[in-house]
Nanobody, 119 residues
C-alpha cells in the first residue's frame, strides 16, 4: 500500500513561516519526483514546487524566493519551507509523488493540509 501523509499546516499571520512535511510509504522513495500543490476555495489545484530524485527544483513564480522544497530520501520525506507568507497563500496543500517504478508510471496524492494566512 502507498500512503503520503502531510503535516505542518496551520494558521499563521502574514509574514510568518510554516514548514510542511510529507512522509511516503509503500514506494521506493528515491525513484520518485515529489511536488507540492495547493488549492484555494473555488480555484483549480496548482503546482507550487517540485523536486526530482536528484534534487533539481522548480517553483511557481508566485512563491520564488519565499518557499524552499527539499527532500530527505533516508526519511522518505519531502518538505516545503514557507517564508514571508501572504494571505493569498491560503489553501489546502497537497503532496504528490510521481515516477516510473518497475516499468509503470505511478502518481500518488496525500490527503492535504490546510494553510491559512491572516492579515
Amino acid at each position: 500500500q502507498v500512503q503520503l501523509v502531510e503535516s505542518g499546516g496551520g494558521l499563521v499571520q502574514a509574514g510568518g513561516s510554516l514548514r510542511l512535511s510529507c512522509v511516503g510509504s509503500g514506494i521506493i522513495f528515491r525513484f520518485y519526483a515529489m511536488a507540492w500543490y495547493r488549492q484555494a476555495p473555488g480555484k483549480q489545484r496548482e503546482l507550487v514546487a517540485r523536486i526530482t530524485g536528484g534534487g533539481t527544483t522548480n517553483y511557481a513564480d508566485s512563491v520564488k524566493g519565499r518557499f524552499i522544497i527539499s527532500r530527505d530520501n533516508a526519511k522518505n520525506t519531502v518538505y516545503l519551507q514557507m517564508n514571508s507568507l501572504k494571505p493569498e497563500d491560503t489553501a489546502v496543500y497537497f503532496c504528490d509523488s510521481n515516477g516510473w517504478d518497475q516499468g509503470s508510471y505511478r502518481d500518488y496524492w496525500g490527503q492535504g493540509t490546510q494553510v491559512t494566512v491572516s492579515s
